[in-house]
């Protein structure tokens, strides 16, 4: 495949969409399923409710016995059981009787209503009624909740508590879910530290790691930190070999521009990868080298801090979501205005960094002042991103934008 330079930032999305393939599926507890991704169609092998059963307690009898109860004319039943919930009557209801029963009890053969007790007056030995009843009053059907047969979440869904308590209520005990892929993390720049270590002149602290490591977390993927490589192609290098053969895929950030020491493209080259990408026609996050190594990403981004993570949730994070099997791997779109006016020229797709607030009735997108390339800390709370076209001058506040949800 021919190198491509300068993409739009949805040419970008779109091929390492293509190229990434999800994971393989394993079976879990339904105790660990939370967040992970459905590896199956799941259809309903039994009715929810498996029986007819109980709205209320009260009692259960025929519709037909009270239809002429009035305050000037009760019915009074005999009460033949009481039948609590998970067991089964022991007598059908006939003509002149009622079951005593709790909720979620079983309905029992011959009853076709139940009314909740405070509507009657009752004794150990009777029930009263003073008005009629409805057939199938108050009674919760067979398979009322979920239908036998019923497609009830497709593959590739994020398990969450509704989810997680269908496939319980289905009597599925192990569930069939992608397996979590492995993303392997380099940090490269010789003036780079890790966070516990000591700054010295010139030096600054690995951000990019810990960024990296809880999105990718968040996003249901496992990672696995290669290691802080400098400015040098073999090192460099030599971590992304490891990544290749114990990783799904592999995220640099650092030393994808145009300069001396910008060497990530070589060491990707010099490890076996192809160079598929170089650039994007965004900003920020313009910087940046795509490849791939047999089947795996291999994917240099730019070290500067809000420039990666923005190149990362525009044209990498839907083929991350495909690696983990979801079947929505897009963001969810927006439209909203502008909270405050962006005063800078766009020559090229500029992404704005924000938050989403309901104001007056209207979604309004409040952007943090500051949305330098380096500037970390105004990326926290970010949920979305507005997208102001290329070409554009500057835009008022109160305009609406596209965009799309994180």
Known sequence: MDMRENLSWTQARDLLLNLACPTETENISLDECAGRVLGFDLKAEEDVPPFDRSAYDGYAFRAEDVKNAGKEAPVTLRITETISAGAAAKLPVEPGTAAHLMTGAKIPAGADCVINFERTEFTDETVTLFAPVKSGDNIVRRGEDVAKGTLLAGIGERIDAGLAGTLAAQGIARVRVFRQPVIGLISTGSEVVEADEALTEGKIRNSNRAAFTALLQSEGCKVRYLGLAGDEVNCISQLIAEGISTCDAVILTGGVSVGDWDVTPAAMEQAGAEILA?????????????????????????????????????????AVRKLCGKSQPLPRPIRAEL?????????????????????????????????????????????????????????????ALDGFML
């Not at 994007?280 to 490849?291: E, H, T």
């Open 278 to 318: 170089r650039g994007v026609d965004m900003k920020p996050g313009m910087a940046c080298a795509y490849g791939i190594a047999g089947h795996k990403l291999i994917l240099g981004l730019s070290g500067n801090p809000a420039s990666s993570l923005t190149n990362f949730c525009a044209c990498v994070l839907p």
């Open 339 to 399: 909270k405050n006016s962006f005063r800078k020229k766009s020559p090229s797709t500029r992404f704005l960094r924000g938050w989403l607030e309901l104001s007056d009735g209207k979604v309004a997108f409040d952007a943090p002042r500051d949305q330098g390339n380096v500037v970390l800390s105004s990326t926290i709370g970010c949920h979305a991103f507005l997208l102001i076209p290329a070409g554009s001058g500057p835009i008022e506040a109160g305009q």
